[in-house]
């Protein structure tokens, strides 16, 4: 069954004097439970792509279907709503927000979703003790390596358990063995069931996914599948 279909998308950006056509004509589906990689040149319209699916923008013209509801004619209210109900985010900069320890970091999804606070506190518990940050809880981003930062990231955008995480360069700011971790618990995420779409300009990384999409000057010009 299909999480999102993306059908026959554009995105141009008017700049002025200049328009920019970011994707031409886009048709993609993406798979409950699997992981999707999208790989591309900078400029080739894969963040852009991963921006319309993560509704942080709309299209031009064409249609996203999201969990069976068109997304691409919704108001901004309306995108929120399903934002917060169905997707988690891990960006390559983390995000997170300085003034706001672990657990705090963590809470801010369900803050939007009206969870209590108690609730909130015990679930952002739970998922920072899932990501071996036990001992972290009360620290700053500042006091927290990138690896540590990132998987305060991850439990971020498990906490309103959303169907699908929309990952970002999840490794790029971090060394090796911190990478290794993440993308292991990409993996882990996966086997219990969640969908992942990750853009990564690195091919190690992409190994990780079933289907790999390549696009180039913002058209999809080779989706690969794993054997």
């Known amino acids: 069954m299909n999480l999102i279909e993306i059908r026959n998308v554009t995105k141009i950006y008017d700049l002025g004097d200049v328009k920019v056509n970011a994707l031409r004509g886009i048709n993609l589906e993406i798979k409950e439970g699997e992981i999707l990689v999208i790989m591309g040149p900078s400029g080739s319209g894969k963040s852009t792509l991963l921006n319309l699916l993560g509704l942080l923008d709309k299209p031009t013209s064409g249609k996203i279907i999201l969990a069976g509801k068109d997304v691409s004619s919704m108001n901004d209210n309306e995108l929120a709503k399903m934002r917060n109900r169905f997707i988690g985010f891990i960006f390559q900069q983390f995000n997170l927000l300085p003034r706001m320890n672990a657990i705090e970091n963590v809470e801010l999804p369900m803050v939007y979703a009206g969870i209590p606070k108690k609730e909130r506190t015990k679930r952002a518990k739970e998922l920072l003790e899932k990501m071996g940050l036990e001992n972290r809880m009360h620290h700053l981003p500042s006091q927290l390596s990138g690896g540590q930062q990132q998987r305060v990231a991850i439990a971020r955008a498990l906490a309103n358990s959303p169907k699908l995480i929309l990952a970002d360069e999840p490794t790029g700011n971090l060394d090796s063995r911190s990478g290794d971790m993440i993308i292991n618990i990409l993996k ?30 913002g058209k999809i010009h080779e989706i690969e599948v794993k054997e």
Request: glycine share 6%.
């Open 188 to 217: 882990e995420l996966n086997k219990q069931g969640m969908t992942i779409v990750v853009v990564t300009h690195d091919s190690e990384i992409a190994k990780i996914g079933d289907r790999i999409v390549h696009i180039k000057d």
